[in-house]
């Protein structure tokens, strides 16, 4: 099992950046492939970016392309997002993911992913 708990969550104006991390108990974060959601009241939960076990293979959503970066290091079994240029919009509950199956690639629905963390408040003001 793995125990995710995600951290740097804030208060920032638009236009500035914060960078979450989610940090992985265990000795197996290297057999999981890690995601990033959001949601925020009354819609539904949002991929926001993943990244394959090695790190060789991301994928952002659209509305985050260009802005948002993951990474990840094995090492430290730590997930990271980058997120520059937030926008007012960005403003949500944002979740770290484990998904246990891919080998190689990533997968974009939330169902398919194994563990969950609690959860980071980001807020963006206009």
């Known amino acids: 099992q793995v125990q995710l708990v995600e951290s740097g969550g804030g208060l920032v104006q638009a236009g500035g950046s914060l960078r979450l991390s989610c940090a992985a108990s265990g000795r197996t974060f290297s057999s999981y492939a890690m995601g990033w959601f959001r949601q925020t009241p009354g819609k539904e939960r949002e991929f926001v970016a993943a990244?394959?076990?090695?790190?060789?293979?991301?994928r952002a959503a659209d509305s985050v392309k260009g802005r948002f970066t993951i990474s990840r290091d094995n090492a430290k079994n730590t997930v990271y997002l980058q997120m520059n240029s937030l926008k007012p919009e960005d403003t949500a509950v944002y979740y770290c993911a484990a998904d246990r199956l891919p080998r190689l690639g990533v997968r974009v629905a939330g169902e398919e992913y194994d563990y969950w963390g609690q959860g980071a408040q980001v807020t963006v003001s206009s």
């Open positions: 990244i394959s076990r090695s790190g060789g293979s991301t």
